[in-house]
């Protein structure tokens, strides 16, 4: 069983800072991907960011471009990061890590695999 771990998940005022850390253990065997989504209650879990398995290609939804950085631990394949700077009160959801196999990943739920159970991020006028 391949379980994701995220941790990091706070509450922060507006324009501040946060970083989520994932690691992915377990039964994790070739390339894979990794990437955030994130999910407010009602609206479906929708994309946030991803990395590529070597850690060159990224990818941000519009909404979170040049304020979030996703990165991967060029020696630890299975842990990512997501920095989050300038937070902003819509940021507030339940962000969730995931793994795609293969070497790059998509915009798309049904494109993961494993995901982890999530943290609250809430994000204070």
């Known amino acids: 069983q391949v379980q994701k771990v995220e941790s990091g998940g706070v509450l922060v005022q507006a324009g501040g800072s946060l970083r989520l850390s994932c690691v992915a253990s377990g039964r994790t065997r070739g390339a894979y991907a990794m990437g955030w989504f994130r999910q407010v209650p009602g609206k479906e879990r929708e994309f946030v960011t991803s990395?590529?398995?070597?850690?060159?290609?990224?990818?941000y939804a519009d909404s979170v471009k040049g304020r979030f950085t996703i990165s991967r631990d060029n020696a630890k394949k299975n842990t990512a990061f997501l920095q989050m700077n300038n937070l902003k009160p819509e940021d507030t959801a339940v962000y969730y890590c995931?793994?795609?196999?293969?070497?790059?990943?998509?915009?798309?739920?049904?494109?993961?695999?494993?995901w982890g159970q999530g943290t609250q991020v809430t994000v204070s006028e």
């Open positions: 990395i590529s398995w070597s850690g060159t290609a990224t990818d």
């Open positions: 995931a793994t795609s196999p293969g070497a790059l990943a998509g915009r798309e739920t049904f494109e993961y695999e494993y």
